[in-house]
């Protein structure tokens, strides 16, 4: 399945490699992931976002403190956001989440 970053997510993306060269790794693996395998992927890979539209990408089978937000359109996955997971860093998974949704439909 075709799977879309956002130009903002690539950027997020970008920074994670900054940060972190192993999780970068390992959101590129869980984004490969999600291409071969489509919207059957499931948990503990991915998870939907509570009170949204929106699903979580979970790196390293949700052992990442690492998240990429995503919404499927049609035949295509498209990641909004990425950003820290929700126990880590819960202001800053709220913020991934609201720029995901905005993002996403905003296209």
Sequence with gaps: M????HAGAEDELRQLRKLSIQEHAAMLTA????????????FPHTSQVK??????????AG?????????RFGDVLRIGAI????????SGFQRAVDAAWSRLCED
Excluded: C, N
Aim: proline share 12%; charged share 35%; glycine share 6%.
């Design 2 to 5: 075709e799977v879309q970053l």
């Design 31 to 42: 984004i490969k992931k999600l291409r071969d395998i489509g919207p059957t992927l499931s």
């Design 51 to 60: 009170g949204t539209k929106l699903r979580e990408l979970r790196p390293r």
């Design 63 to 71: 052992k990442s403190p690492w998240r990429a937000f995503y919404m």
């Design 83 to 90: 950003g820290p997971e929700a126990e880590h860093d819960p």
